[in-house]
């Protein structure tokens, strides 16, 4: 009977340790999602003013992604998808890094003990691979980029909110600079942020 109730509780926090990361993970591409990014991401700017260490974060976004969708259907814009974040996966610290999805076909990441020179590697591996991916629709390859923009604390903002903007800013800054390019926030000229974009401006490109 001990046995039976030590096998069943273990079974129920088995189940609770599952359900708990079906709730913290996007369910296509096995990321985290978009609040539990935010969440740790407000814990590491804690963590990294406390001891005094800098951290980075990475916001990319797959090149004209909406094109994918248009011309191959939505199935195949699902593939790129999982491919693009088993890339992020395999060129990442498991375990410390944490990648999450942004929303749509954004990806983030949140690089612990990282500066700036180490978050540029990291993005620019990813980068290159997905690159290289090239996945086949009807025995055709299709080329795939990403874009990304980079920020780090403190030399680029003290805050999680502050610290998105400018990843944000920078990954603006790589669309319209051609795509398939990573930029990090010192990297913006004046006037080059999104939120001083002319109101009249046509849409950035994808």
Excluded at 50 to 73: A, E, H, M, Q, W
Excluded at 88 to 95: Q, T
């Amino acid at each position: 009977d001990t046995l039976k109730v030590a096998a069943h509780m273990i079974s129920l926090a088995i189940q609770r340790q599952r359900f708990y990361q079906m709730s913290i993970k996007d369910e296509l591409t096995g990321l985290y999602s978009f609040r539990y990014f935010k969440d740790r991401l407000h814990e590491e700017v804690s963590r990294s003013r406390r001891y005094r260490i800098p951290f980075s974060l990475v916001i990319f976004d797959l090149d004209k992604f909406k094109s994918i969708n248009d011309t191959y259907g939505h199935p195949f814009g699902n593939v790129v998808l999982k491919k693009a974040a088993e890339t992020v996966l395999a060129s990442i610290r498991i375990g410390v890094d944490m990648p999450a999805r942004f929303g749509g076909e954004e990806l983030a990441l949140i690089l612990p003990h990282t500066d700036e020179d180490g978050c540029i590697a990291v993005a620019e591996r990813i980068r290159t691979r997905i690159q290289e991916l090239c996945p086949v629709f009807e025995g055709r390859p299709v080329s795939i980029t990403i874009s990304g923009g980079i920020a780090t604390f403190p030399a680029h903002g003290e805050d999680g909110d502050h610290l998105l903007k400018k990843a944000d800013d920078a990954l603006y800054a790589a669309k319209q600079r051609g795509r398939n390019r990573i930029i990090t926030a010192g990297d913006l000229g004046q006037g080059e942020a999104k939120k001083s974009a002319p109101a009249a401006a046509s849409p950035p490109p994808e």
